[in-house]
């Protein structure tokens, strides 16, 4: 896999939880989740935000809640505000959320 694709992945997984951690109960449905990050701007298909959320939640960084909702966890938190990092996942620059 190319450093390039790895950075975008990277990114990619930093404003996915960036969304989660903007919403309201830090949950959102894949489909909403997925216009967020679109907004920010990032076009991405839903098999990919899927393999992305697939990752994350490997990792402990969001839990699958009821239907498609995607939901941040505590450690996912921590992550998207800089407090503790995981490979894969872009820190935040300072003063970024």
Do not use: F, H, K, N
């Not at 449905?29 to 679109?38: G, H, I, K």
């Not at 701007?41 to 699958?64: P, T």
């Amino acid at each position: 896999m190319s450093i390039a694709r790895r950075i975008a992945e990277a990114d990619r997984r930093r404003a996915i939880l960036a969304a989660l951690s903007i919403s309201a109960a830090y949950t959102l449905p894949e489909r909403a989740l997925r216009a967020q990050v679109e907004g920010i701007g990032y076009a991405l298909s839903l098999d990919v935000l899927r393999a992305d959320i697939a990752w994350l939640a490997e990792i402990g960084l969001v839990e699958r809640a009821e239907m498609d909702d995607v939901s941040l966890t505590d450690r996912g938190l921590d992550i998207v505000l800089g407090r503790a990092q995981v490979p894969g996942v872009r820190r935040p620059e300072p003063g970024e959320l």
